[in-house]
């Protein structure tokens, strides 16, 4: 019930969304940190193994705004 939540996953989501989702390879970037200190594994990588990980948060915060961008986005990560 923290009314900070919903804006801050919606950051996320809209961040993965124009960001980390290869919208014509149907993937997703695992981490954005270059190869070093930050990242040791899936840097600057896509794949689709962690995509299901995802998609949940699209469809919680469609579900609780009602807003079916988030809906349809959820779908698509999920559906590949």
Not at 8 to 17: N, Q
Not at 20 to 36: M, V
Request: proline content about 9%; hydrophobic content about 35%.
């Amino acid at each position: 019930k923290d009314p900070r939540v919903p804006p801050t996953i919606k950051l996320m989501l809209d961040w993965i969304w124009n960001n980390a989702w290869n919208q014509t390879t149907k993937q997703l970037l695992i981490n954005p940190e270059p190869f070093g200190p930050k990242c040791s594994w899936g840097c600057q990588e896509y794949h689709t193994e962690l995509v299901n990980m995802t998609a949940p948060a699209f469809a919680w915060y469609w579900r609780l705004t009602g807003d079916n961008t988030y809906l349809q986005r959820g779908d698509e990560l999920f559906f590949h």
